[in-house]
């Protein structure tokens, strides 16, 4: 069965600190894989996603994640953390041949200004 | 707006009640999904719903949860005989494609109930 991890539960950086949240994934097939976040009393927003190509994917705010497939990971990264990205992060994995999406459990990221 | 919306966005319930929720998926998606958010578990993919086919019922926990999904737009997902269990929060998403290559799922608000 597909399951995906997520290294940390909680996340405490200060203001321009760099920021990588681990994600790995477990299945052999080929997979879309998806950064969701969940701004505070809001609803799933997607921050980036992979299909295909270049394995280094841009997001919105600044984020980007680079999909190594040996590792079966999909890190997300921020070079400068800002008060406003304190949210929930999820990531998330799609087999091809399936429709529904396989969430990790989330990390919520606090950001100290 | 153009977003998925889901109504209501709480509800209270007493145990063995049953209860409806309610998704417009964005115009035009021909694929819908309904996925639980509760403390512990993470999200839970409940059923996925493409085009005419048979819906994947995989993620469904138990019998007493049930969907549908009329005309291949607004779904309805019941649960019947609800348990404190029950309580969590339940998304709904909808894209473009299903099973494809591309398959990018925007979601709802959310409707939080709460089985008291």
């Known amino acids: 069965a597909q399951s995906v991890s997520q290294h940390n539960h909680h996340v405490i950086l200060s203001e321009a600190a760099s920021l990588e949240l681990g994600c790995n994934y477990s299945?052999?097939?080929?997979?879309?894989l998806f950064w969701y976040v969940q701004y505070p009393g809001q609803h799933l927003q997607l921050l980036l996603k992979?299909?295909?190509?270049?394995?280094l994917v841009k997001g919105i705010k600044g984020f980007e994640a680079e999909f190594i497939k040996s590792k079966f990971s999909f890190n997300l990264r921020k070079p400068s953390v800002q008060w406003s990205d304190t949210a929930e992060y999820f990531c998330a994995v799609n087999a091809r041949s399936q429709g529904n999406l396989i969430f990790g459990k989330g990390t919520k990221l606090s950001v100290k200004p | 707006g153009a977003g998925v919306s889901q109504s209501p966005s709480n509800k209270v319930t007493e145990k063995g009640k049953d209860v409806e929720l309610r998704c417009d998926p964005i115009?035009?998606?021909?694929?819908l999904y309904w996925y639980r958010q509760s403390l512990g578990q993470g999200l839970e993919f409940l059923i996925y719903?493409?085009?005419?086919?048979?819906?994947?019922k995989s993620g469904l926990p138990s019998d007493r949860f049930s969907a549908e999904r009329t005309g291949g737009s607004v779904s309805t997902l019941t649960i019947q005989r609800t348990q404190q269990e029950d309580s969590a929060v339940y998304l709904c998403?909808?894209?473009?494609?299903?099973?494809?290559?591309?398959?990018?799922?925007?979601f709802g608000p959310g409707t939080r109930l709460t089985v008291l």
């Open positions: 992979y299909f295909s190509g270049d394995p």
């Open positions: 115009s035009g998606h021909t694929a």
């Open positions: 299945y052999g097939g080929t997979v879309n």
């Open positions: 719903f493409q085009g005419n086919s048979a819906p994947d």
């Open positions: 998403a909808s894209s473009s494609r299903g099973r494809a290559e591309y398959n990018e799922q925007f």
